[in-house]
């Protein structure tokens, strides 16, 4: 194990907010464990170090826990490892990292699972879709990256994608390219389908769409010299036939599409440990959020995919409990349901004889009222 955090008692203490933005969110500790966010549309960083370590030769596992309860809406809830060269007070969104990894939620446009490798000062985004958990339950989001450089990602402990790192990220230039010295022929014919050269406008073919109407008559009170010169109004053509377009056919000199032959790229080079870094030293959550209440647990930083493994029966048994929580307080909320509505409807029920009772009671009232006028 490099690194672990569970933010239990102290935390404060081990983690610094950044002081590279103002007026960021503030992290406060969760009541079943972790720390979560708590203010809305806010930016959050926060980020703590570690003794600096190098993967160059061995696996590397980044493993964490996040329950978006809020439900979310939009907002990040990934992690960032970055060298040991970036300060937890300098963190921001800026800083040079070497991983980012979790899941950006925003509408339904973007629920995805951020992979993304820096290499040669550029970051790079794996090209594989790998969707995200939406729900307002615990999830567990594993990324192991192996020394033969290829990666995997779990979610709650079951493998989510895999891929590799030259293939899924456009990290190295592509080992071929099209041949510069050639070119598609001048005669290459790519179109599939040509109008039929034996099908002709028929001599009938009525193409006008509209035609003076023949029953129009000038009015008799028409003045041409006041009114202007009386022309007929136009109708549409009862025989108009549209645009001639001739039946298509097969196109006998098609060639096929034309593929451009391809050669070695001078530029690539090929490298073996696209995986590797050789400082790893800081990890930070470093994210936007318009709804607060993302819950952050159980990272984990290890060159031993059993240590993540092994935290697969925790993660859970905190399911199973967010679980019966949540069908004791679905129960709960339904019998105050039914039973406000059992009440209203014996209100309901009751109103009729009330409204009777009330006005016998008015009766003798009434009554004793005329005795009196009399």
């Known amino acids: 194990m490099l690194y672990s955090e569970d933010f239990s008692e102290g935390w404060e203490d081990r983690w610094t907010v950044s002081e590279a933005k103002g007026d960021l969110g503030k992290f406060v500790a969760s009541e079943d464990g972790g720390i979560k966010t708590s203010e809305d549309a806010k930016f959050y960083g926060i980020a703590t170090s570690f003794d600096k370590f190098s993967n160059t030769g061995k696996d590397l596992v980044v493993q964490f826990r996040i329950a978006h309860h809020q439900n979310i809406d939009c907002g990040g809830g990934y992690v960032k490892i970055f060298p040991s060269s970036v300060a937890p007070k300098d963190m921001e969104g800026e800083s040079p990292y070497n991983i980012m990894f979790g899941p950006d939620i925003c509408g339904p446009g973007t629920r995805k699972v951020h992979v993304i490798f820096a290499y040669k000062g550029e970051n790079y985004l794996t090209k594989k879709t790998i969707s995200a958990k939406t729900d307002e339950q615990s999830h567990l989001y594993t990324l192991i990256v192996k020394s033969d450089n290829t990666f995997q990602v779990n979610i709650d402990g079951k493998e989510e994608a895999t891929g590799s790192l030259e293939e899924d990220f456009d990290m190295l230039k592509p080992k071929e390219i099209n041949n510069p010295e050639s070119s598609k022929p001048d005669d290459w014919v790519d179109e599939t389908m040509i109008d039929d050269p034996e099908d002709v406008k028929p001599d009938d073919w009525v193409t006008e769409s509209h035609i003076t109407d023949p029953e129009a008559e000038k009015p008799e009170d028409w003045d041409d010299e006041m009114d202007g010169e009386w022309e007929a109004p136009q109708i549409d053509n009862p025989e108009f036939k549209g645009e001639f377009k001739a039946k298509r056919i097969d196109n006998p000199e098609y060639k096929g599409v034309w593929v451009h032959d391809q050669v070695a790229n ?109």
């Open 266 to 374: 001078p530029e690539y080079v090929d490298d073996k440990e696209l995986y590797a870094f050789e400082d790893f030293g800081a990890i930070g959550i470093d994210i936007w959020q318009v709804k607060s209440g993302s819950v952050f647990d159980d990272i984990l930083i290890s060159d031993d995919v059993a240590d993540a493994e092994a935290a697969v029966a925790a993660f859970e048994e905190v399911v199973a409990a967010e679980t019966a929580a949540k069908e004791a307080a679905d129960a709960a909320k339904k019998v105050e349901e039914e039973a406000a509505a059992a009440a209203a409807a014996e209100e309901a029920e009751n109103a009729p004889d009330e409204a009777e009772e009330a006005d016998e009671a008015e009766e003798p009232a009434a009554e004793e009222e005329t005795k009196d006028e009399l």
